[in-house]
């Protein structure tokens, strides 16, 4: 018979990292709102919970990847809201966020997680950051969640 391996919502004394962006603090400020819900939700204490504030995103990686190396915290949960504007600056961070992220995860096994708005207009960052698109700060919190028990769940293999 095959197994099959799938992440439970169980949070059991993990520690978790959240790493947000300054930049459009009106945005990201409800992103960590989102995923502090989460996690409280699903039974962190919040003493369990450590925010850093960077000042942008092109900051959030470093900050993700020095508190991964700590290996302190069960996850990293990085929230920004990268908003399209006239220049290609635009391009330059998503392209260094999306990168910088997802390469912590895999070299230094915490799971990261990817809470980043991208997106052409504020009308859109207000919708995914818990107006009519849900909440991508709540969305990420859930997939570290996941992502720690997933691994938990190998581990024993």
Known sequence: MSKTIHGTMEIKGESFA?????FNEFITSKLLQ?????????GCNKNNITTVW???AFEVP??????AKTKNFDAIICLSAI????TSHY?????????????????????????VITCDTLEQAIDRAGAKCGNIGYNA???AIEMINVIKEIDKL
């Open 18 to 22: 959240i790493v947000v962006s300054q």
């Open 141 to 143: 919190a859930c997939s």
């Open 54 to 56: 960077v000042p942008g």
């Open 62 to 67: 470093m900050i993700a990847k020095k508190l």
């Open 83 to 86: 908003i399209r504007g006239q």
């Open 34 to 42: 989102g995923a502090t819900d989460c996690l409280t939700k699903h």
């Open 91 to 115: 391009d330059y961070v998503c392209q260094q966020i999306t990168k910088g992220v997802g390469e912590i995860g895999l070299e230094t096994q915490v799971p990261t997680l990817f809470g």
